[in-house]
């Protein structure tokens, strides 16, 4: 029932079948494909809700899903600018042989906080969750405003190019977090913060 993990690992695990050349990066939580409420191992190969009433429309995003895949709400609803740059950098790294897949993108709300619970479950308290998952008022991902990019070989070519196309690793803990920093694009991205905690924008 889990939708969040314990390792990068697992994160670079679930991909291992799109980049058999992983490494293990010490990174906890990222939402684990074929674990998130909705995907296809809880519903039965179903697309629109699972056992924990948390489907696609609620951003749930099945498996190999791409930035183009317009269909898919997580996709549909990220603001217009993040998602062209993630296009055009998809693109670009396609002619090099990185294929680009959404590991997660828009979420409502009420996902996010689906999320947020489980991570204090796991971490015992609210202030160890959100150094991994923000809460529904803050999160980037429920603005539209963020996409987490898998697999690792995908994520590790945006950190060296992914400022050409303005798009920045946020924070240090999360190698799969981007989101659309325009100003990059001149002047390269900003130093990351260490985790969410430290984001002042999480504390709003």
């Given at each position: 029932?889990?939708?969040?993990?314990?390792?990068?690992?697992?994160?670079?695990?679930?991909?291992?079948?799109?980049?058999?050349?992983?490494?293990?990066?010490?990174?906890?939580?990222?939402?684990?494909?074929?674990?998130?409420?909705?995907?296809?191992?809880?519903?039965?190969?179903?697309?629109?809700?699972?056992?924990?009433?948390?489907?696609?429309?609620?951003?749930?995003?099945?498996?190999?899903?791409?930035?183009?895949?317009?269909?898919?709400?997580?996709?549909?609803?990220?603001?217009?600018?993040?998602?062209?740059?993630?296009?055009?950098?998809?693109?670009?790294?396609?002619?090099?042989?990185?294929?680009?897949?959404?590991?997660?993108?828009?979420?409502?709300?009420?996902?996010?906080?689906?999320?947020?619970r489980?991570?204090v479950?796991?971490?015992?308290?609210?202030?160890?969750?959100?150094?991994?998952?923000?809460?529904?008022?803050?999160?980037?991902?429920?603005?539209?405003?963020?996409?987490?990019?898998?697999?690792?070989?995908?994520?590790?070519?945006l950190?060296?190019?992914?400022?050409?196309?303005?798009?920045?690793?946020?924070?240090?803990?999360?190698?799969?977090?981007y989101?659309?920093?325009?100003?990059?694009?001149?002047?390269?991205?900003?130093?990351?913060?260490?985790?969410?905690t430290?984001?002042?924008?999480?504390?709003?």
């Amino acid at each position: 029932m889990a939708a969040i993990t314990a390792l990068s690992l697992e994160w670079r695990a679930s991909s291992s079948s799109r980049d058999a050349s992983s490494s293990t990066a010490e990174a906890p939580i990222h939402v684990h494909r074929g674990e998130r409420p909705g995907s296809p191992s809880e519903t039965g190969g179903g697309a629109s809700t699972g056992r924990l009433g948390l489907g696609e429309a609620d951003g749930a995003i099945p498996d190999d899903t791409t930035v183009f895949d317009d269909e898919i709400p997580g996709v549909a609803k990220l603001n217009s600018d993040l998602l062209g740059a993630v296009r055009r950098a998809a693109t670009d790294a396609a002619d090099v042989g990185v294929q680009f897949y959404v590991d997660s993108g828009w979420r409502s709300p009420e996902y996010q906080e689906r999320l947020l619970r489980e991570a204090v479950s796991k971490y015992g308290s609210e202030a160890e969750a959100t150094r991994w998952v923000a809460t529904p008022n803050t999160s980037a991902h429920v603005k539209g405003d963020a996409v987490d990019i898998g697999p690792s070989a995908a994520a590790a070519w945006l950190s060296e190019h992914g400022a050409a196309y303005g798009l920045c690793q946020i924070y240090g803990n999360e190698p799969w977090h981007y989101e659309l920093r325009p100003e990059a694009i001149a002047h390269g991205c900003s130093a990351m913060y260490a985790d969410p905690t430290h984001d002042p924008r999480m504390h709003q």
